[in-house]
Nanobody, 123 residues
């Protein structure tokens, strides 16, 4: 089992930056892929970014590419999502999720989920 706990959400203004953290614990993390998903009001859950724990390979959704950066700190067992130039369309509950192998933007392929952290961007 893998446990994931998100933190770092909050209320910011358009153009601001925010960094989310996902602390991972449990079984061996090295085969893990960690992704960030988000679900805005009245919207379906959508993929934002993902990273492989062992090699730090990454993929991004087009909607966040160039503004968001995903990274991981192996010493702290934490995956970060640095979000820059935020806009109101980024308002959502952000979830981190884990799967055992293979970068993927599909939520259905992730077995482990955190509880989510709210990000609200005011205009």
């Amino acid at each position: 089992q893998v446990q994931l706990v998100e933190s770092g959400g909050g209320l910011v203004q358009a153009g601001d930056s925010l960094r989310l953290a996902c602390a991972a614990s449990g079984r061996t993390l090295s085969p893990l892929v960690v992704g960030w998903f988000r679900q805005g009001p009245g919207k379906e859950r959508e993929f934002a970014a993902a990273i492989t724990w062992s090699t730090a390979d990454t993929i991004y959704a087009d909607s966040v590419k160039g503004r968001f950066t995903i990274s991981r700190d192996s010493a702290e067992n934490t995956v970060y999502l640095q979000m820059n130039n935020l806009n109101p369309e980024d308002t959502a509950v952000y979830y981190c999720a884990g799967r055992r192998r293979g970068l993927s933007p599909r939520a259905s392929g992730y077995n482990y989920w955190g509880q989510g952290t709210q990000v609200t961007v005011s205009s």
